[in-house]
């Protein structure tokens, strides 16, 4: 790799405080928590996502494209609608839930277990329930 002469050269190999004062306390805050806890709620907020979606929706409404297996999968889970997805979409900013959405049919929800709770999760459900019906 060759080196860059002057002021550039400093700026591409020292990191800007900026940048990684968060990612201290980032790190910091996942230290403290501990990745074993985390991992085990990711695990529990997702499988209560996936048990709702199984248990208010019928697979001609809402389909989980995210493999089942807690080994193959993160936190998010893609759900497929057979239903207009700007609908559920716009809806779904309406009540504050952030959702990311892909084109044509899919919205790929994430329960972050450093900042969800099974009550946000159950809310979304909820919400969900009123778009649909």
């Known amino acids: ?10 700026a591409q190999s020292c990191s800007s405080v ?13 230290h ?6 985390l991992i085990k709620k990711q695990k529990l907020l997702t499988g209560f996502l996936e048990y709702l ?8 409404t809402v389909q989980i494209l995210t493999p089942p297996t807690t080994q193959d999968r993160g ?4 759900l497929s609608f057979t239903m207009n ?5 716009g809806e779904m900013k309406k009540h504050g839930i952030v959702v ?22 159950f809310r979304f459900v ?7 019906n």
Not at 20 to 27: D, E, G, K, M
Not at 32 to 37: A, D, E, N, V, Y
Not at 85 to 89: S, T
């Open 32 to 37: 403290s928590i501990g990745m074993t806890k």
């Open 100 to 121: 990311d959405v892909r084109r044509s049919h899919v919205i790929r929800v994430a329960p972050a277990p450093l900042y969800n709770s099974f009550n946000d999760v």
């Open 75 to 78: 936190c998010q889970l893609s």
């Open 1 to 10: 790799l060759p080196l860059m002469k002057g002021s550039k050269g400093y």
């Open 18 to 30: 900026f940048g990684t004062v968060p990612l201290f306390a980032s790190l910091e805050l996942f």
């Open 126 to 132: 909820s919400v969900l329930k009123k778009i649909i």
């Open 53 to 60: 979606i199984w248990e208010n929706f019928d697979s001609t």
């Open 85 to 89: 997805l700007d609908a559920v979409f």
